[in-house]
């Protein structure tokens, strides 16, 4: 099974492009889902904050049976924890545990309708593959029991071989990204770790390290480029009982053109209104 879809389904810059400009805030993931014709969607609001159940429960009774969602982890227990810069301020590991069992509750009107497809759980270029840091990473697991767990790493130092078998001991997905090929970032790598596969296309803006968070997903990929994700994603659904492949490079629309071009070249169904 394959699911493609977004990282995010309501911006701004998306009026006008991808959704019509009068479409009222409540409508947009039903029209998301029914006029676009897309399955899964990624929540990143949540790494931004935590959430109320009441949140989720009113996606949920938004999407039809067979959606599914893939919610990223909250930075205060991803990220925080492990930020040197924020000194006094950065939380200790009572804080961050606690922040996840908020976390946990509020995703559970997903859970319990079979609409959690997965939790992303994105650490920063700050965290280092360390015994510590990968015993941290299975308390996660520990906390997230019966949800599927999908790792993302900034750090490049994570990629090697050890570290894949570390993910597949204990059945934690890895995210393989495509991202620009710049020092730092993480390559592109395709392992399948657990029987959950994990794509996510951040774009290849060469001035990554150079422009703001928001211009550094402005990125749009070619059909070619596209094409040559075919064969890797197929190669992925071997290994897997589920996939999914979130575009993130969410400025403009560009996110949601490319999840429907892909779905196209993979003769997916898919839409059922042309975009603006």
């Not at 997965?118 to 029991?145: G, R």
């Not at 064969?231 to 992925?236: D, L, V």
């Amino acid at each position: 099974m394959i699911k493609i879809g977004t990282s995010g389904f309501s911006f701004p810059d998306w009026r006008g492009v991808i959704y019509p400009k009068t479409l009222q805030p409540k409508d947009i993931l039903l029209y998301y889902q029914e006029d676009l014709g897309f399955d899964c969607v990624e929540i990143n609001a949540t790494y931004y904050t935590l959430l109320s159940d009441k949140s989720f429960v009113g996606m949920e009774k938004k999407t039809n049976p067979g959606f599914e969602f893939v919610v990223k982890g909250y930075k205060g227990f991803t990220h925080d924890p492990f930020d040197t810069r924020l000194a006094e301020k950065k939380p200790n590991m009572e804080k961050a545990l606690e922040d996840m069992e908020k976390f946990n509750y509020s995703v559970q009107p997903l859970k319990e309708k079979n609409k959690l497809g997965a939790i992303l759980l994105q650490f920063p270029v700050f965290f280092y593959p360390t015994d510590e840091n990968k015993e941290y990473i299975t308390i996660c697991k520990d906390k997230f029991q019966n949800i599927p767990l999908i790792i993302e790493f900034r750090n490049h130092d994570w990629a090697k071989t050890e570290i894949f078998d570390f993910l597949k001991q204990n059945n934690l997905g890895f995210c393989i990204v495509d991202e620009p090929k710049l020092p730092r970032l993480m390559p592109f790598i395709n392992e399948v770790t657990s029987d959950t596969g994990y794509f996510r296309l951040h774009g290849r803006n060469p001035n990554w390290f150079n422009v703001s968070i928001q211009e550094r997903y402005d990125y749009l990929y070619s059909d070619k480029e596209l094409k040559s994700f075919i064969p890797e994603i197929e190669k992925m659904t071997k290994k897997t009982k589920k996939t999914y492949a979130m575009f993130n490079n969410c400025h403009a629309g560009s996110a949601a053109r490319n999840a429907l071009s892909l779905k196209k070249l993979l003769n997916i169904k898919s839409v059922k209104r042309t975009l603006f």
